[in-house]
């Protein structure tokens, strides 16, 4: 088993809801509430669950892009909220994020050199030609023409944005990458061509992904691990294999049931969740996928399960049946 490159511990992040005269707070929205996994050296990390579980937070938070509410997570054993100053600095250079929408991701005032090299001139790595040299090589890399260092954001389709937004992720040669939906705002058509390039980088460059998606069939092309949110919580961690061959948890089952097979002649049983996903301003006590699981028991509303072993690097939060 490679070294840990992230550990988090307990992580939450709750997010105020103010009201009142003197906007006191009055409630919190539960975005992440108490996750605890490791993320390894050289590997590609996925983080699937429905829109709204959290996944997007818990990314941000990794990367230090939102402090926590509690909690720990360490990097190279280092409690990444305690960085200041010049520690601060080296952590940010030796992460990246892609952002989901190339569209918004950008900005438009800026040239495709400005804004790939900009992480160069904010760190202090290379300024006038060396700067657009490596910006020119960062374009071939991803498959773009190096005369478009010159063009602007609204001069490209999608798929070409999240090339430059993927460029300027990776100008630094980070040690880790947040992937935030990269696909999910892109055609089909485009979204292989993406996938491969990613792949090809992890390669190369020896970098670490925290894949987040809600498509998984695009995780199963991708990652190596795969970790399973709902309302907060992790309820499922395996291999990608063993996930997609033997789910336990009975909300990663419902989603594993929702993947097309491209096979018109293999029927699938699709698992209908009941309900609406409970509001995480006020969580459901005990376990929270409950009120729509359809082998709930008394115990299930009044006790939190743990993360606890089902099979060989195979955990599940859930209470046995």
């Not at 096979?263 to 006020?282: A, F, M, Q």
């Amino acid at each position: 088993m490679p070294e840990a490159l992230f550990s988090l511990e307990s992580v939450k992040k709750q997010f105020p809801i103010t009201g009142g005269i003197l906007e006191r707070q009055i409630a919190a929205v539960h975005a992440v509430d108490g996750v605890s996994f490791n993320i390894y050296d050289g590997e590609a990390l996925g983080l699937v669950g429905e829109s709204g579980c959290g996944k997007t937070t818990l990314g941000r938070c990794i990367v230090r892009l939102l402090e926590l509410t509690s909690g720990r997570i360490l990097y190279k054993e280092q409690n990444i909220n305690e960085l200041e100053g010049a520690d601060l600095r080296e952590f940010r250079r030796q992460t990246g994020v892609i952002f989901q929408d190339p569209f918004l991701s950008l900005n438009p005032r800026m040239t495709v050199g400005e804004i790939i090299g900009e992480p160069y001139v904010i760190h202090g790595v290379a300024g006038g030609r060396e700067k657009d040299s490596r910006v020119v090589e960062w374009l071939k890399t991803v498959g773009l023409n190096p005369l478009h260092i010159y063009r602007y954001p609204h001069q490209f389709s999608g798929g070409q944005k999240q090339r430059i937004g993927i460029a300027r992720a990776m100008a630094l040669n980070p040690r880790f990458v947040v992937a935030d939906e990269p696909v999910a705002a892109l055609d089909i058509s485009v979204r292989a061509s993406i996938i491969n390039l990613m792949k090809e980088l992890q390669e190369k460059f020896h970098v670490t992904y925290l894949f987040i998606s809600h498509d998984l069939a695009v995780v199963r092309q991708i990652c190596n691990r795969v970790i399973v949110m709902y309302l907060g919580k992790a309820v499922e961690s395996a291999d990608v294999a063993e996930l997609f061959d033997n789910p336990v948890h009975p909300y990663a089952q419902a989603l594993l049931s929702a993947v097309p097979i491209p096979d018109p002649e293999v029927r699938k049983d699709r698992i209908i969740l009941k309900g609406d996903v409970p509001t995480p301003i006020r969580p459901p006590s005990g376990c929270r996928f409950h009120p729509r699981c359809s082998r709930a028991k008394p115990i299930c509303s009044k006790e939190e399960p743990v993360m606890r072993m089902v099979g060989k690097d195979h955990m599940a939060a859930c209470h046995p049946f």
